[in-house]
């Protein structure tokens, strides 16, 4: 498919390294699992400083999901609550930071690229302060980004949203005459063509999917609906995934519940997603006369709300006014 994929926080397992072509190793705060000969066999190394849903904030692992494998996965006690934190252990600034990166390019010697996520805050600055630190790439995740791990009111309430983030992190990039060369990767949100084609013409190189692919791969699916009912909700709209009790058995830790899943078939779903969505994305080039979608660009795009228009930078529809600007 040409993608890249991420081990996601508690380590590394055989499985995901022999099944993935291109596989990213999430070092983060929690430093779950976290083993210097995994990140040598990575094909790169991710940061993570924050995340969309819960930018400045940790998480709480459950008990019922560690079980005996997770356990011996992420060096912890079966069947205990874990706090996962919401800053590394070993630095507290951008200068650690690139002591950090300086430290993961040794162990892996050199050969395995740095990138920093950073969940979309104080955007412009915190783009600057991982350039500067040395990141090879920039993954930015905005506000729309999904968690199990974290409560309703950083859900709703931290954060911005994803497409002003794009702007504010390409704003950055410039001024450092960085972009282009320091690649930027865009997640939060992102589910169909339309938002691809939108975060590549404001000056992303990439974007990256969490939950659309966990749809893709067949959760929410109604053919158990009687089962989500009796979790008090609905096919469609079941979100408790901290709970371990997912009926497709996706995001669940119970043998019985895994089940259910069917990893070829999940993979031809996740396959058929990703051809529609850059299918979706090329369309969208073409209609405004581009021969690539990294051709596309702001002036290609334009607001249909105020709020959108002054988020994004770009002009009200029907106009070439842009608030804040041209007065």
Same mark, same amino acid.
């Given at each position: ?17 022999? @099944? ?13 699992? #976290? !083993? ?9 190394? =991710? ?26 996965? %992420? ?12 800053? /590394? ?15 993961? %390019? ?49 859900? =709703? @309430? ?9 702007? #504010? ?9 960085? /972009? ?64 371990? %009790? ?28 990703? !051809? ?15 021969? /690539?979608? @990294?051709?596309?660009?702001? =002036?290609? #795009? ?26």
């Amino acid at each position: 498919m040409g993608t890249s994929t991420t081990t996601g926080d508690g380590g590394m397992t055989s499985e995901e390294r022999g @099944h993935s072509n291109i596989l990213v190793y999430q070092y983060l705060p929690s430093r779950y699992g #976290m !083993n210097p000969d995994d990140l040598r066999k990575a094909d790169a190394i =991710e940061v993570v400083v924050g995340q969309g849903a819960k930018p400045g904030g940790g998480g709480m692992l459950l008990g019922q999901k560690i079980s005996d494998r997770v356990a011996q996965m %992420r060096n912890l006690p079966k069947g205990i609550d874990q706090r996962s934190a919401c800053r /590394h252990p070993d630095w507290t600034g951008p200068d650690d930071l690139k002591i950090k990166i300086n430290e993961l %390019r040794e162990i892996t010697d050199w050969q395995v690229p740095v990138y920093v996520k950073v969940g979309a805050t104080r955007t412009f600055y915190d783009t600057t302060l991982a350039v500067k630190a040395g990141a090879e790439v920039v993954v930015l995740d905005g506000m729309q980004g999904g968690t199990a791990a974290t409560q309703e009111v950083f859900i =709703e @309430h931290v954060g911005i949203p994803t497409m002003p983030a794009v702007r #504010m992190a390409v704003e950055a990039l410039k001024e450092l005459d960085m /972009h282009r060369k320091v690649q930027l990767v865009v997640s939060g949100g992102i589910r169909t063509g339309a938002d691809v084609a939108k975060a590549l013409a404001l000056g992303a190189d990439a974007v990256s999917i969490g939950t659309a692919a966990l749809i893709a791969l067949g959760d929410n699916s109604p053919q158990y609906e009687e089962e989500y009912n009796k979790l008090g909700t609905s096919a469609g709209y079941y979100d408790d995934y901290q709970d371990g %009790r997912d009926p497709t058995g996706i995001s669940t830790q119970d043998p019985e519940l895994s089940k259910r899943l069917d990893p070829e078939l999940g993979g031809r779903r996740i396959a058929n997603y990703l !051809n529609c969505l850059t299918l979706e994305t090329q369309t969208l080039a073409r209609a405004c006369g581009k021969s /690539h979608v @990294h051709n596309l660009e702001p =002036e290609d #795009m334009v607001a249909l709300t105020v709020e959108a228009a002054a988020m994004a930078k770009v002009p009200l529809a029907g106009t070439d006014w842009i608030p804040g600007q041209n007065f």
